[in-house]
T-cell receptor
Framework: SQTIHQWPATLVQPVGSPLSLECTVEGTSNPNLYWYRQAAGRGLQLLFY??????ISSEVPQNLSASRPQDRQFILSSKKLLLSDSGFYLC?????????FGPGTRLLVL | KNQVEQSPQSLIILEGKNCTLQ??????????LRWYKQDTGRGPVSLTI?????NTKSNGRYTATLDADTKQSSLHITASQLSDSASYIC?????????????FGRGTSLIVHP
């Protein structure tokens, strides 16, 4: 079955600092990959999705960017974090075998 | 605009009771509908997945229904347990040109009391 790894699990960063969250997928090839943010008390918001290496689509304008350097690697980045970037970030993979979510990264920007 | 509305927003029930969660959607072109359970601080876990032609699907004590004509789905939980306390999220997937795009409901927060 498919497994999604995310790290770190928790991150506390100062405002203005850079960010890099990594997601890797096992058990599938050529998946569609997704980054979501879940703010406290709110639903999941799709940030980016990717259908292949180097192919990134952004769903909402924001302070973040995404990259897919390898088939099963998806990276979420920011050059300068804002307070509003705090939240729970989930990576997900979708392919023929279904859709799976990673364990999430809790980001707190102070 | 694709939308998924869930109700109720929150629900409190006693252990052993049944409950039903609702999901209404306007998503096109429809590919499939999935219900997820999300424990606090964790990623969502898939409970059921239903395509256009499926009306009912069960997974243990969870039974999901889909009415593609009225664009409604429900998740029925039978004989609730304390461990059912979680957020239940309805996700409707649209398929377009080989891409699969999900639209998420805000979720129903379920609390099961002993």
């Amino acid at each position: 079955s498919q497994t999604i790894h995310q790290w770190p699990a928790t991150l506390v960063q100062p405002v203005g600092s850079p960010l890099s969250l990594e997601c890797t997928v096992e058990g599938t090839s050529n998946p569609n990959l997704y980054w979501y943010r879940q703010a406290a008390g709110r639903g999941l918001q799709l940030l980016f999705y990717s259908v292949g290496i180097g192919q990134i689509s952004s769903e909402v304008p924001q302070n973040l960017s995404a990259s897919r350097p390898q088939d099963r690697q998806f990276i979420l980045s920011s050059k300068k974090l804002l307070l509003s970037d705090s939240g729970f970030y989930l990576c997900a993979s979708s392919g023929r075998k279904g859709q799976y979510f990673g364990p999430g990264t809790r980001l707190l920007v102070l | 605009k694709n939308q998924v509305e869930q109700s109720p927003q929150s629900l409190i029930i006693l252990e052993g009771k049944n409950c039903t969660l609702q999901c209404n959607y306007t998503v096109s072109p429809f590919s499939n509908l999935r219900w997820y359970k999300q424990d606090t601080g964790r990623g969502p876990v898939s409970l059921t997945i239903m395509t256009f032609s499926e009306n009912t699907k069960s997974n243990g004590r969870y039974t999901a229904t889909l009415d593609a004509d009225t664009k409604q789905s429900s998740l029925h939980i039978t004989a609730s347990q304390l461990s059912d306390s979680a957020s239940y999220i309805c996700v409707v997937w649209a398929s377009s040109g080989g891409s699969y795009i999900p639209t998420f409901g805000r979720g129903t927060s379920l609390i099961v009391h002993p």
